[in-house]
């Protein structure tokens, strides 16, 4: 399970390699790609629209089943802390940061998500139905409104 909280950028972090390739994988459907090779993710399933949470926010255009992969919060690796910036504890315990830039970024705190990031991958925690917001929780200290750097989230 990934723990999401806020964080100042580290000192010294790992980059990961599989931030910078291909998906592991690509389901293909109908002779179409499923899983977008730029985007990496489902976005067959995904969709941005205004959020009643908080500016825009990612929807479910399709039923998503419990535990299905959604898509990989993919962007470059980046050393400073930003808006939509990833923090991803490696093995070696090292982090690295990921500046999102495909539809994932718009992913919305919620107490209660239907979804969680393992790393940066993004897996459905329960059904989620067409239509409802795809939310994850960013952890504790955000959900307590932290002074530091409110924006940022960081996965196990």
Known sequence: MALIQPTRSPN???ARRAFLGPPPYSLLTRNKTV?????RVRLDWVSVRPSRIHGFGLFAQAFIAAESYI????????????RYVLWVEGDDGKWAGVDGSNVLRYLNHNQTP?????????????????????TIHYGEDWAEGSPTEPDSVVAA
Request: proline share 7%.
């Open 12 to 14: 010294s972090f790992g």
């Open 35 to 39: 899983i977008d090779p730029i985007e």
């Open 71 to 82: 898509g990989d919060y993919a962007g470059p690796p980046v050393e400073e802390d930003g």
């Open 114 to 134: 239907n979804s969680e990031l393992n790393g940066i991958e993004l897996y459905a925690l329960c059904d989620i139905e067409r239509g409802e917001e795809i």
